[in-house]
T-cell receptor, first 109, second 117 residues
Framework: GQQLNQSPQSMFIQEGEDVSMNCTSS?????WLWYKQEPGEGPVLLIA?????ELTSNGRLTAQFGITRKDSFLNISASIPSDVGIYFC?????????FGTGTRLQVFP | DAMVIQNPRYQVTQFGKPVTLSCSQT?????MYWYQQKSSQAPKLLFH???????NEADTPDNFQSRRPNTSFCFLDIRSPGLGDAAMYLC????????????????FGAGTRLSVL
């Protein structure tokens, strides 16, 4: 099946630092999604990307759809404690989502 | 204003005792999904409904069943829960666009955490 590699697996950072995570796929897709999941909650959609090269921001979050259509990255600037959670990239394949393995983010004050 | 609502948020059941988890949505989406998520892993799709059409994943155990009586509601039935079924169960919905299948963004509920004693 499709492989979706996400890195890093976890990050421990200090409040105020910038964060970067990325995903790569083995095939070309048309839509990249980034979700955040806080402890005990369901995933919440952060950003959706539809075009190669597209760069989209949502507050302190910025995500890009790679030119090759096989990768995407998510940046978080000036992290705060409430950024804690697991960040998943995902691809849409027909009616289904293919999830990355997740990046667990811990922010220390 | 929650749009995908899961009840209960926490469910405790006994080994082998049937349990039903519920999901409702106010988005009028035509696709509803059930996922199982174990600690620190990505959600794993169990099955989904496109309108009334049921689509089971090949590796979903027979122990898991689902019902969708109308557009708004979908249920997950676990017939004989085992210890390995303890997990977070997530419901999600999407609107399928016939000509743009790759735009079916899924919106998730808050989940039901199931414990099996």
């Amino acid at each position: 099946g499709q492989q979706l590699n996400q890195s890093p697996q976890s990050m421990f950072i200090q409040e105020g630092e910038d964060v970067s995570m990325n995903c790569t796929s083995s095939s070309i897709f048309n839509t990249w999604l980034w979700y955040k999941q806080e402890p005990g909650e369901g995933p919440v959609l952060l950003i959706a990307l539809y075009k190669a090269g597209e760069l989209t921001s949502n507050g302190r979050l910025t995500a890009q759809f790679g030119i090759t259509r096989k990768d995407s990255f998510l940046n978080i600037s000036a992290s705060i404690p409430s950024d804690v959670g697991i960040y998943f990239c995902a691809l849409i394949h027909t009616d289904k989502l293919i999830f990355g393995t997740g990046t667990r983010l811990q922010v220390f004050p | 204003d929650a749009m995908v609502i899961q009840n209960p948020r926490y469910q405790v059941t006994q080994f082998g005792k049937p349990v039903t988890l519920s999901c409702s949505q106010t988005l009028n989406h035509n696709v509803m999904y059930w996922y199982q998520q174990k600690s620190s892993q990505a959600p794993k799709l169990l099955f989904h409904y496109y309108d009334k059409d049921f689509n089971n994943e090949a590796d979903t155990p027979d122990n898991f069943q689902s019902r969708r009586p109308n557009t708004s509601f979908c249920f997950l039935d676990i017939r004989s829960p085992g210890l390995g079924d303890a997990a977070m169960y997530l419901c999600a919905t999407s609107r399928r666009f016939r000509l743009a299948g790759d735009k079916n963004i899924q919106y998730f509920g808050a989940g039901t955490r199931l414990s099996v004693l």
